[in-house]
């Protein structure tokens, strides 16, 4: 009888530990480069200093691509992949294109010098979102990494899976919780897209015309969003949906008459959220040697 025990005692001890290890080798952990790279995540963000001390209005976009990547596919870097037929993700909406491409390549070259095969591209984007929050003046958070890409980018996915800017608050609510994101993520995230808070400021009264912002004012991350959606200005039909929710309206209003007391703990809380959908980890998926093309 002992031994039973015992014997089970030992299989448990032997065993249990064994499982766990292998549901944490499948999840993302802040530092996962620690002792593959140990420098990947200063190589990221001196390129992105460096970009974005030239040319400032890289910011917005490459916080989007980041968004873009995740919501299509999961964030596998999908969304970097070239097609000599515009098929792929990056050839959705033309008209609202996606830019920067080329610095992911610039970062992914110098990560590619230090510790070859080793950083995967959907990592990259989601350093280069922090960075660039933290270049705004934005909250900071802790990144995971751990990410590997994947190998198939599909325009028709992107079509099907990034919402429209006149979705009402039903399509939006559906999909991010298609995504794995709940209401609250919805409208944090919400705060970053609007051109008339971060990256450009909207004329007083007048939202079809977007200023740009001066260069000495442009390093803003604030709650200035929520300010403007309250009083039904948005931008977009999306924005104004907000108010349409009872959830999403209580933190609309909220941040809007407490000048974001909340904000910026809740946004990186999200950031690492979105980070999480659908990810490829463990031996799944690759690290591509060029950020634009599969092995
Ligand atoms: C909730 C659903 C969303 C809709 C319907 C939406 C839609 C749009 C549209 C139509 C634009 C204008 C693009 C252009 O003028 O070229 C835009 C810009 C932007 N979006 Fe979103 N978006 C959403 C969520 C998000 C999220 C979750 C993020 C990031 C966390 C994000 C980040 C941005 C940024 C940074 C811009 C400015 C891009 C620029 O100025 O180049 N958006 N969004
Ligand atoms: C991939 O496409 C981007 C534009 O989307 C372009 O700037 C880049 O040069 C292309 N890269 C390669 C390796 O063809
Ligand atoms: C996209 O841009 C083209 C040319 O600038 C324009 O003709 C077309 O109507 C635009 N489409 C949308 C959906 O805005
Ligand atoms: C792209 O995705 C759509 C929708 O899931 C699918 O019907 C189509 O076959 C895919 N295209 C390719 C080339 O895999
Ligand atoms: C929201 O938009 C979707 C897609 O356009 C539509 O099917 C649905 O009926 C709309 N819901 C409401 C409550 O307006």
């Known amino acids: 009888m002992t031994w039973i025990l015992f014997s089970f005692l030992f299989l448990w001890y032997m065993f249990v530990p064994f499982v766990l290890d ?7 952990k802040v530092g996962f480069y620690a002792k593959t790279c140990p420098q990947a995540e200063t190589i990221v963000k001196k390129v992105i200093v460096q970009t974005l001390s030239k040319s400032p209005t890289l910011a917005a976009p490459f916080l989007r691509m980041h ?12 969304v970097l992949l070239n097609s000599s037929t515009n098929q792929n993700e990056k050839n959705a909406f033309p008209n609202l294109s996606l830019r920067g491409f080329q610095i992911i390549d610039i970062a992914k070259s110098a990560l590619e010098k230090a510790c070859p095969g080793v950083v995967s591209c959907a990592d990259i984007l989601a350093l280069v979102a922090t960075d660039v929050v ?20 599909n325009i028709t996915e992107a ?64 709650e200035d969003y929520y300010t403007l959606v309250a009083k039904r200005r ?8 907000l108010l349409d929710d009872t959830e999403t309206k209580a933190y609309v209003k909220l941040q809007a008459t407490t000048h974001g007391s909340t904000f910026f703990e809740d946004f990186g809380v999200s950031m690492v959220n979105m980070g999480r959908i659908g990810v490829l980890t463990g031996n799944v998926g690759e690290i591509r040697k060029q950020c634009s093309r599969v092995n």
């Open 234 to 241: 948005g931008l977009f039909q999306s924005d104004a949906a």
């Open 67 to 78: 968004f873009h990547d995740c919501f299509v596919r999961g964030c596998d870097g999908s």
């Open 134 to 153: 933290a270049t705004i003046k934005g909250p900071s958070w802790e990144v995971e990494t751990g990410r590997r890409d994947g190998r198939i980018s």
């Open 159 to 222: 079509l099907l899976n990034l919402v429209p800017p006149n979705a009402n608050i039903s399509t939006l609510k559906k999909d991010f919780q298609q995504s794995g994101l709940n209401v609250k993520d919805l409208v944090v995230l919400s705060g970053t897209q609007t051109p008339c808070n971060i990256w450009a400021k909207c004329k007083p009264g007048d939202l079809n015309t977007i200023v740009e912002m001066d260069p000495g004012s442009f390093k803003i991350f604030d």
């Open 22 to 28: 292998l549901a944490n080798a499948q999840r993302l």
